[in-house]
Nanobody, 123 residues
Framework: QVQLVESGGGLVEAGGSLRLSCVASGSILSINAMGWYRQAPGNQRELVATITSGGSTNYADSVKGRFTISRDNAKNAVYLQMNSLKPEDTAVYYC?????????????????WGQGTQVTVSS
């Protein structure tokens, strides 16, 4: 019923920039927080940044000042602008949406995940 589709990953040199996009599709949705997480090989998935429907943001210390999360509530979309990228930012980046309503019907808040997009930063 709910799908998250990410785009914008790729290969970039250290110091470069990338912009990730994620759009949630399905029946009419109400989404609370949206966010980005990442997982590097051999590591657990970790939070990168989150944003509430009201626009409040939260960032991992490792990306503060370099990454900016934003969202378009009308499009059920979330974005991640990544600047000054470092090799340690290399990971698969996953979009997350905490959905509270589908097709106008309230539901228990449920996390949905995208399929992931690879970001590789070369040194």
């Amino acid at each position: 019923q709910v799908q998250l589709v990410e785009s914008g990953g790729g290969l970039v040199e250290a110091g470069g920039s990338l912009r990730l996009s994620c759009v949630a599709s399905g029946s009419i949705l109400s989404i609370n927080a949206m966010g980005w997480y990442r997982q590097a090989p051999g590591n657990q998935r970790e939070l990168v940044a989150t944003i509430t429907s009201g626009g409040s943001t939260n960032y991992a210390d490792s990306v503060k000042g370099r990454f900016t999360i934003s969202r378009d509530n009308a499009k059920n979309a979330v974005y991640l602008q990544m600047n000054s990228l470092k090799p340690e930012d290399t990971a698969v980046y996953y979009c997350n949406a905490a959905v509270s309503q589908i097709a106008g019907i309230p539901i228990r808040i449920t996390d949905y995940w995208g399929q992931g997009t690879q970001v590789t930063v070369s040194s």
